[in-house]
């Protein structure tokens, strides 16, 4: 099921030990990976200070635009389901200063449960 979940686009949990190095130069002091996602060649990486989208572009993915996001600048954020029967779910996050929301898709089987409560901790404090 998860090569037919990135083919529909949606998200799956990346390691934390396989991106480590890749996102390690731009961590500051005290700042840590919480959780991270993958949807095709694109992330998401949720630390405890800030969100990060990673949009790799072009055929190669060779040139990569990495976004930081403070979780300050998030103005609201949904989960939306259609129910028990639905496969997927959506995750929709508005950030100050942008009109349409950060959209991404999860399968039944990846727990945007987890990501709508790191959101929580880390906004609603």
């Known amino acids: 099921m998860g090569l ?20 390690q130069p731009m961590l500051i ?25 990673v949009d790799k572009q072009g055929i190669t993915g060779s040139k990569v635009d990495y976004i930081s996001i403070p979780y300050s600048s998030i103005i609201k ?25 950060i959209k991404k898709q999860f399968g039944k089987d990846n727990n945007i449960n987890e990501v709508y409560q790191i959101l929580s901790q880390y906004i609603l404090k």
């Open 4 to 23: 037919f979940n990135a083919i529909l686009g949606n998200a799956s949990e990346v390691s934390i030990e396989k991106i480590r190095a890749e996102f």
């Open 77 to 101: 954020f949904s989960k939306e389901s259609a129910g028990l029967l639905d496969l997927d779910a959506e995750l929709k996050i508005w950030v100050r200063g942008e009109s349409m929301p």
């Open 29 to 53: 002091s005290g700042e840590s990976i919480e959780k991270a996602f993958k949807v095709i060649r694109d992330m998401f990486v949720f630390t405890n200070k800030r969100l990060i989208l």
